[in-house]
């Protein structure tokens, strides 16, 4: 085998972290939760048309403090999934290219998705839901 002198191509370690990467990496890790998290809802209502007691044992997982864990991180996945795909959305449309938007966008998707989960979280907790 000859010993051949070309570059390596450049890996995480090389790069810099800013906003515009990590917004990359949580929207594909977010779509990925989002297929995860689907399939448990799934799980539940084909529980739910098992009957009553199956489902009251699906309702005691769910209401458990990790259930809540992984509903509330379900539900961030979603909005941050749904607020960056608005934003790729008008970058299609050919707005926010420039650097400075696209920070502030990407940026904007994340604060809008803690507010979004926020908001239905109060929500939830305040009409009962969560009980």
Do not use: K
């Not at 529980?47 to 379900?74: H, I, K, M, N, Y």
């Not at 604060?111 to 009962?128: D, K, N, R």
């Amino acid at each position: 085998m000859a010993d051949m002198q070309r570059p390596l191509s450049p890996h995480i370690q090389v790069y810099r972290w800013q906003v515009q990467m990590v917004s990359s990496i949580l929207h594909r890790a977010t779509g990925i939760a989002l297929s995860v998290g689907s399939l448990v809802v799934v799980g539940g209502l084909l529980v739910l048309a098992a009957g009553e007691e199956q489902f009251d044992c699906f309702r005691t997982c769910a209401g458990s403090p990790l259930g809540l864990v992984l509903l509330f991180g379900w539900s961030w996945s979603l909005f941050y999934h749904l607020c960056n795909g608005i934003r790729h959305l008008l970058q299609d449309a050919g707005a926010g290219y420039e650097i400075v938007q696209f920070v502030r966008s990407s940026w904007l998707s994340v604060a809008g998705s803690i507010v979004l989960t926020v908001l239905l979280w109060a929500y939830v907790l305040m009409a009962g839901g969560a009980a």
